[in-house]
């Protein structure tokens, strides 16, 4: 039988979700659902002195208004989302907590009518008066109060004096502007009250979070409340933490003990978290034989007045370029806008866009080409921890990106390659993310009909989850993918963590090979227990399943049909659980690399770019599935494109708010600025880094891509710009 893993598999899912039949948090309808609508602060701080609900209430078809004066219980206390490594446990944020306004956009009343119209309607007629307060929403305006805060990248040498001593030295300021998730799905959640009980739909990328969550914030018992989160229209890290719509929904469902939809509109999104606007600051020293000798990495990053949210911005030179001296520095502003969160590849995706653009700076000050830099001050180890990789085949992802992009046909000079009107550019960069695994547990139910039901409470965030458990699970259990059933998305199901950081696939794939090996031994006994069994003394590791048989690997004559042996040992099925297993083991450090080319075509009178070609050569361990893996770096560089050219959440300082809160103006590339994407899977068979060798991509397809349009854009114009998104009025 062919093997699964690795193969170009269709989603097992896509048939639903192009009909239809694939159902999101915003679409369970039961009988006498009740429809919530937000209302939102029109000021960024403040206090709110009253809220006359009359109107709305005077609309047939409105049931209630809450608000901080009239809302039942919660909890007001939440430690959970101090914990560093995991801030998406909880939020110290409440909705409708108090009168205390703490960032435009925020729910200041909850609008509850037998329809959305009705709801939507009333909500525009409930009046807030506001006792404003002074308010910054601008980094560059308060970044003089930036205070620094602890991270573990620890300084190496001393960078301030390399750098001055350095025989080449490049040093400059980068930023990235605030930019929104975007997903298609808007943020919504559907609460079923029956009798006490809840069962909660909802958009989120961890339905045992939500769980966990609406547990403390409700004081309720982990049985009292059921999550379930199915399908996902696009997470990217806004789903990683419970969103406010979801406890406004518990809430209004326990007060009216009836089922309640709240669902966020576009708008609305705009007050979630989001990428923090950062400065990356970059200094860099070289010797002149084009080596390093200092790096330092300052970070200042935006963050709520409320919470201190930070990823790591910084340190992924360690992992990238050897240098004996090297600082890295995050420092935090804190402004009036809700907590940051993560967004793909956060932390890397802007602060390697900084360090990408400063090589690119330092390849030109050392007349070295780009890629030769990068070979030269190439680190087989992670000199953060003075430790080798499990694996890195970047070398590679260099060497096979180069050759199919053609970059030996680059000329060094910028504004020296030309087409017409058009300027042309070409630009590389590297990109790093991290190889995790997470705790989790799989739990897998075959019965004698040869099906098999796999089950963990992950989410598909549209990463193509419920798949790969399916090819995998078919390969270790020796069935036809059709035999497999995958169940996720479901707080009761067995423990898996959040849908992020590109852990999901490594995580549950490796607890399906164990609770698959569980399942092996339950059938290799039932097996052996037969008369004459042909398998009479072999071992679980001994014996494969392979075409719904159970095989001895010495001698493939030697088999026994899991049916037979089923029907021997007198069972319907059998059921086992199993997790995976997490390595403490620090001796090695666990990253997937990439480096991306690109070529940009500007017009040389009116400014326009143009993305006219990518390759994104990836090293990324074993690939489960070429199609979906493609998928999701075609996906990342097409958000690459989107950062370094057209994202910006725009603020009017004035009045502390975001003037583009919609898809309309906060613009992400469409198909026409979308061209020629090659994605390339280098090979990277590695033993250590878990037992299957998969390291994960959900992330790293974005990490790189601005820095190498923005390269790029140098290449063909000359001019650098680094501050994104690189629009026309910069390069003309
Ligand atoms: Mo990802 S930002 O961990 O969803």
Known sequence: MASYIGSATSRIDGRAKVTGEAKYA??????????????DSAIPKGRIVRIDTSGALGVAGVIDVLTHRNRPQMADKDDAYKDEAAPEKGSPYRPLYDDRILF????LALVLAEDWETARVAASLVKIEYQKEPHVTDLQAERAKAFAIDKPEKPRGDAGKAFASAAVRHAAEYFIPTEHHNPMELFASTVIWDNGQLTVYDKTQGVQNVQQYLCGVFKMKADEVRVMSPYMGGGFGSGLRPQYQVVLAALAARALKRPVRVMLSRAQMYALGHRPASIERLALGANSGGTLEAMTHEAIAVTSQFEEFARNDTGWGNLLYKTPNAKFEHTLVKLDVPTSCD??????????????CAMDELAVALKTDPVQLRLQCYSDRDQGGDIPY????L???YRQGAAAFGWDKRKAEPRSMREGNDLVGWGMASGVWEALQMPTTVRIVLTANGHAEVATAA???GTGTYTIMAQVAADMLGLPIDN????????????CPLEGGSWIASSVCNAIANTARAVRDDLLKLAIGMKDSPLAGAGVDDVALIDGKIVSKRDAAHAVSIASAMQAGNADRITREEANKVAEDKSHARNVHSAIFAEVKVDEQLGVIRVTRVVNAVAAGRILNPKTAHSQVMGGVVWGIGMALHEETLFDHRYGRVMNANIAEYHVPVNADVHDIKVIFVDEPDQIVNPLG???????????????IANAVYHATGKRVRDLPITLDKVV
């Open 390 to 393: 499990t694996s890195k085949q």
């Open 484 to 495: 497999i059933s995958v169940k996720l998305g479901d707080s009761t199901l067995p423990q």
């Open 694 to 708: 998969i390291k994960g991509l959900g992330e790293i397809g974005i990490v790189g891509v601005a820095a190498a």
């Open 104 to 107: 435009s956009g925020q729910p």
């Open 395 to 397: 070398r590679e992802c």
């Open 459 to 461: 989410s598909d965030i």
């Open 26 to 39: 915003g679409e369970f309808n039961v009988a006498g659902l009740v429809h919530g609508y937000v209302v």
């Open 343 to 356: 967004m793909r590849a956060p932390g890397a995706a802007t602060g390697v866009y900084a360090l990408e």
